[in-house]
């Protein structure tokens, strides 16, 4: 829902992402987190819904 | 009489924006605003416009305003930079409700020994071209508000005439001072002035400061206010309204202190520290809004908050009309 | 729609002389022939000021939450959008349908008198419409859940059109789709008056009033906006009845009922067919309130 959301409002779905992951399960973080880094890295720097902070 | 023709009108705007920050009703989508000239140029000016949705208060109060950025160290704050914004402002086609309103404003924040100092900064450098009312619409009752809508006091006064040029009065020294900037597009002319339009809706004050004074308890308010659903927009279409919160945004180890509008309408408004409210349900916040506008002020200052401008009595949702709650606080019988 | 008014009030001193209720949700009048505005009587002498006219638009369900915390039965005039209001409440645990006395409208469809007060102001240049446009594609001008009905019961223009709007912004590329939504949540003066029309806007405490810890920032930028938007949106998601009363009040003119029909669309593609405020059964509540094992779970 929130995912779709956020698409429809015009933000890069690779940047919310979801994944269920158990406290037991250290390589599947470990994997997720480089995963979402890349997609991120490819997408670029934000610009949308951010506050200039200067 | 000096006239600037309506042709002239832009050349005229274009020149005041290069020394000063002119702001002018114009027309946002359908929202009609005093906008900052040549800020967005999808907005189209509405001199045609009787008055605006939005309020001219933003001139001097902005809905958000940075008041400083600070950067932390440790146990230490420094203040980086004090952002007041001084500068000259032009305000063209204010009308003598919302004149009124500004006088208003800088009772609260100039006057009984309090200086504020962003208020100020905005407001000194402020020149006032306001338009003389002389076809009132159905929700004005400015005139049983005090306000003078043919002759506000201004630094120009201005009027429509029968073909939009604008027949030009310089009030003050300032305002002949900015007169000289633009006489090059100003002719010399007889003109006859419009005849002014009786305006319609009536309302007597007298008495009505003393009479609430006595009706805080009164049973009244629970009738009154059982439409009104407590949102803010009656509170921010105001010219007069100015109560406001002060806010910070931060970022690591800086930060930016900012003010910003806030509602005598919101729950928010009046929550303290420890979590009572003592403004908890909606008639206590609606009873405050007229008290602070009929009597609070009048208490305070000799005037009523409330200039008859008719922002809140077109665009409230649920049909609260201040007319209406006048009228039943004069109908209610108190005990002797 | 005359005699409307005449039932109304002999319903209204029938409930309050008989003790079924202590207070009557309706409209009165006020000082403009558009000026019909919601109103609770509590007072038999008084209920010769309800009416009921082309102009009673508002969504009434949404002052239910005033009675949350009583005992007392109230009585409430209900168009078919109320209806749906109605139950809302009922399903969000505001008010029990015993406490409620529910008296249908069917209602052909209503003015707006914001939209009547803006067009004779001379503040704007938007004239008004005969019907107001959310009234003209409504499918349920006739309540379906009542304890008496006043009007005869209305045709229905079978429409699917509702998902047009939203399918037109799906089309656009993602940075015009952000473009078009900042540009729109740009203008919003944080009124909050979308909130308070809002019947699936019932929290006791509003995210947007909590200060510890502080979730959307209160200046009135673009992000501000948005991300209250959002946050507002999807706050109902699932609940919105799309009554369109958010777009109404708004004063800025922002196209709210973009957001929360596609929330609507969602809802009723991932978890649907579903659509909410239409019946008090137990399978009807919303989808993002109860949880079913074949419920959608794309990243579990």
């Given at each position: 829902m929130?995912?779709?959301?956020?698409?429809?409002?015009?933000?890069e779905p690779e940047?919310?992402?979801?994944?269920w992951?158990?406290?037991?399960?250290g390589?599947?973080f470990?994997?997720?987190?480089t995963?979402v880094?890349d997609?991120v890295?490819?997408?670029?720097?934000n610009r949308?819904?951010?506050?200039e902070?200067? | 009489m000096?006239?600037?023709?309506l042709?002239k009108?832009?050349?005229a705007?274009?020149?005041?924006a290069?020394?000063?920050?002119?702001?002018?009703?114009m027309?946002?989508?359908d929202?009609?605003?005093?906008?900052?000239?040549?800020?967005n140029?999808?907005d189209?000016?509405?001199?045609d416009?009787?008055?605006?949705y939005?309020?001219?208060?933003?001139?001097?109060i902005?809905?958000?305003?940075?008041?400083?950025?600070f950067?932390?160290?440790?146990?230490?704050?420094?203040?980086t930079e004090?952002?007041?914004?001084?500068?000259?402002?032009?305000?063209?086609?204010?009308?003598?409700c919302?004149?009124?309103?500004?006088?208003?404003?800088?009772?609260?924040?100039?006057?009984?020994g309090?200086e504020d100092?962003?208020?100020?900064?905005?407001?000194?450098?402020?020149?006032?071209?306001?338009?003389?009312?002389?076809k009132p619409?159905?929700?004005?009752?400015c005139?049983?508000?005090?306000?003078d809508?043919i002759?506000?006091?201004?630094d120009?006064?201005?009027?429509?005439?029968?073909?939009?040029d604008?027949a030009?009065?310089?009030?003050?020294?300032?305002?002949?001072?900015l007169?000289?900037?633009?006489?090059?597009?100003?002719?010399?002319?007889d003109?006859?002035?419009?005849?002014?339009?009786p305006?319609?809706?009536?309302?007597?004050?007298?008495?009505?400061?003393?009479?609430?004074?006595e009706?805080?308890?009164?049973p009244?308010?629970?009738?009154?206010?059982?439409?009104?659903?407590?949102?803010?927009?009656?509170?921010?279409v105001c010219?007069?309204?100015?109560?406001?919160?002060?806010?910070?945004?931060?970022?690591g180890?800086?930060g930016?202190?900012?003010?910003?509008?806030?509602?005598?309408?919101?729950?928010?408004?009046?929550?303290?520290a420890?979590?009572?409210n003592?403004r908890?349900?909606k008639?206590?916040?609606?009873?405050?809004?007229?008290?602070h506008?009929?009597?609070?002020f009048?208490e305070?200052?000799?005037?009523?908050l409330?200039?008859?401008?008719?922002?809140?009595v077109?665009?409230c949702p649920?049909?609260?009309?201040?007319i209406?709650?006048?009228?039943?606080?004069?109908?209610?019988k108190?005990?002797a | 729609?005359?005699?409307?008014?005449?039932?109304a009030r002999?319903?209204?001193?029938?409930?309050?002389?008989?003790?079924?209720v202590?207070v009557?949700?309706?409209?009165e009048?006020?000082d403009?022939?558009?000026?019909?505005?919601p109103t609770?009587?509590?007072?038999?002498?008084?209920?010769?000021?309800?009416?009921?006219?082309?102009y009673?638009?508002?969504?009434?369900a949404?002052?239910?939450?005033?009675?949350?915390?009583?005992?007392?039965?109230?009585?409430?005039?209900?168009?078919?959008?109320?209806?749906?209001?109605?139950?809302?409440?009922?399903?969000?645990r505001?008010?029990?349908?015993e406490?409620?006395?529910?008296?249908?409208i069917?209602?052909?469809?209503?003015?707006?008198?914001?939209?009547?007060?803006?067009?004779?102001?001379?503040?704007?240049?938007?004239?008004?419409?005969?019907?107001?446009?959310?009234?003209?594609?409504?499918?349920?001008?006739?309540?379906?859940i009542?304890?008496?009905?006043?009007?005869?019961l209305q045709?229905?223009?079978?429409s699917?059109?509702?998902?047009?709007?939203?399918?037109e912004?799906?089309?656009?590329?993602?940075?015009?789709?952000?473009?078009?939504?900042a540009?729109?949540?740009?203008?919003?003066i944080?009124?909050?008056?979308?909130?308070?029309?809002?019947?699936?806007c019932?929290?006791r405490?509003?995210?947007?009033?909590?200060?510890k810890?502080q979730?959307v920032?209160?200046?009135?930028?673009?992000?501000?906006n948005?991300?209250?938007?959002?946050?507002?949106?999807?706050h109902?998601?699932?609940?919105c009845?799309?009554?369109?009363e958010?777009?109404?009040?708004?004063?800025?003119g922002?196209?709210?009922?973009?957001l929360?029909?596609?929330?609507?669309?969602?809802?009723d593609?991932?978890?649907?067919?579903?659509?909410?405020g239409?019946?008090?059964?137990?399978?009807?509540?919303?989808?993002l309130s109860r949880?079913?094992?074949?419920?959608?779970?794309?990243?579990?």
């Open positions: 929130m995912k779709s959301f956020l698409q429809y409002l015009g933000i940047r919310y992402q979801m994944a992951i158990s406290g037991s399960e390589q599947k470990a994997d997720v987190m995963h880094v997609e890295k490819k997408v670029g720097p949308k819904l951010r506050e902070h200067e | 000096k006239v600037l023709p042709d009108l832009r050349e705007l274009n020149i005041m290069n020394d000063a920050e002119v702001y002018v009703p027309l946002r989508d929202i009609s605003g005093y906008f900052q000239w040549a800020d140029p999808a189209e000016l509405a001199l416009l009787l008055n605006t939005l309020s001219p208060k933003n001139v001097v902005p809905q958000t305003e940075p008041m400083y950025k950067k932390t160290s440790k146990q230490d704050v420094e203040i004090v952002q007041v914004r001084e500068g000259a402002r032009i305000i063209f086609g204010i009308k003598a919302d004149l009124k309103a500004l006088e208003n404003l800088d009772m609260a924040f100039l006057t009984m309090f100092e962003y208020y100020k900064a905005r407001r000194q450098d402020l020149t006032i071209i306001a338009q003389a009312c002389y619409g159905p929700a004005c009752f005139e049983g508000m005090g306000a809508r002759n506000p006091a201004a120009v006064l201005i009027h429509e005439l029968e073909n939009q604008y030009w009065e310089a009030k003050t020294s300032r305002g002949e001072e007169t000289a900037k633009i006489a090059a597009l100003m002719e010399e002319r003109v006859t002035l419009p005849q002014a339009e305006q319609s809706r009536k309302v007597d004050m007298t008495g009505v400061s003393e009479k609430l004074a009706m805080f308890e009164h009244v308010w629970d009738d009154l206010s059982s439409r009104c659903m407590n949102c803010g927009i009656c509170t921010y010219p007069s309204c100015y109560c406001f919160d002060i806010q910070v945004s931060n970022r180890e800086a930016n202190r900012f003010r910003c509008w806030d509602s005598c309408m919101y729950r928010e408004y009046t929550m303290m420890g979590g009572h003592p908890d349900y008639k206590e916040r609606y009873r405050n809004r007229f008290l506008k009929l009597q609070f009048n305070r200052y000799g005037a009523n409330c200039t008859g401008c008719g922002r809140c077109i665009l649920n049909g609260v009309n201040i209406e709650v006048i009228e039943k606080v004069k109908e209610v108190l005990d | 729609m005359n005699d409307f008014t005449n039932k002999e319903i209204a001193k029938r409930l309050l002389a008989d003790g079924t202590s009557v949700l309706g409209w009048k006020g403009e022939p558009y000026a019909s505005a609770a009587i509590t007072e038999l002498a008084e209920v010769d000021r309800l009416i009921i006219d082309e009673c638009i508002h969504e009434i949404a002052l239910l939450t005033d009675y949350r915390d009583g005992t007392d039965k109230v009585a409430i005039f209900a168009k078919g959008c109320d209806v749906r209001g109605i139950i809302r409440m009922i399903q969000d505001v008010i029990p349908r406490r409620l006395h529910i008296i249908g069917n209602c052909p469809g209503m003015k707006d008198p914001n939209e009547y007060a803006r067009a004779a102001s001379g503040f704007g240049k938007a004239p008004a419409a005969e019907i107001a446009a959310k009234c003209q594609v409504c499918q349920n001008p006739n309540p379906f009542y304890d008496e009905i006043i009007g005869d045709k229905v223009e079978p699917n059109e509702r998902f047009a709007s939203v399918e912004i799906e089309k656009m590329t993602p940075d015009e789709r952000y473009n078009f939504f540009q729109e949540l740009s203008k919003c944080r009124c909050y008056a979308c909130r308070n029309a809002c019947v699936a019932n929290c405490t509003c995210i947007f009033d909590e200060s810890p979730w920032g209160r200046s009135t930028d673009t992000v501000n948005m991300l209250y938007h959002i946050i507002r949106a999807t109902v998601a699932g609940r009845v799309e009554c369109g958010c777009e109404r009040v708004c004063p800025v922002i196209p709210l009922m973009l929360n029909r596609k929330l609507v669309k969602d809802v593609e991932l978890f649907g067919p579903y659509q909410a239409l019946s008090l059964e137990d399978d009807a509540i919303p989808p949880y079913r094992v074949d419920d959608p779970d794309e990243f579990m």
